[in-house]
């Protein structure tokens, strides 16, 4: 009996987490009562509180459910050439977004949907965390590239991190703003094709065959 209760709960949970997914990503955190997730569960008040202390625990619990594009993104291991692995490690996220449905609708709530007050600091420093590790590791690719040649050696692998990040954060912004279908992601992937070749060294003026 015992453990047929714990998997009740467990069940209304995941039920009140789904939910509150489903009216976070429809009408924004901010104006989400518990009392509306709890209604469109079919559940009461009394059934949220019983599994959360209010909004943002219950808000924190369903970002805990899943990764964030840039979190998995740093766990990749690529074996490849410095300028394949950063076009690898950029284009991770987007594909995450497109791969996982729960993914998409968690990450646009947390871009899109939420106003950061002070209850919900707690995502957004995971959110900022993670951009930050995406960064570094960026970062690490790029010297990795300059030591063996494959990127330009003058250039600040810092800046060239920071200007990565942006134009990821960018187009997982636009990614969770309009339906994303094959000629979206066909259209990041380039644009991220040309910021890698930004990175490779370029011949020297009166370097090349046809100017001796």
Known sequence: MVRKTKEE?????????DTAEEVFLREGVTRTSLQRIAEAAGLTRGAIYWHFQDKADLFNAMMERVWLPCEEACMLDTQADAAQALREFARQ????????????????IAIHRTEYSEEMRTALERHLEAMEAFRTEAEAIVRRGQAEGDFEARLDSRAASVAMIALIDGLLSRATSTPTGPDELRDAFAAIDLFVAGLTPRPEAGACGSCR
């Open 93 to 108: 996220p987007l594909e995450r977004m497109m791969e996982d449905e729960r993914t998409r609708r968690v990450f646009t």
């Open 9 to 17: 709960a467990a069940e209304t949970r995941s039920r009140l987490l």
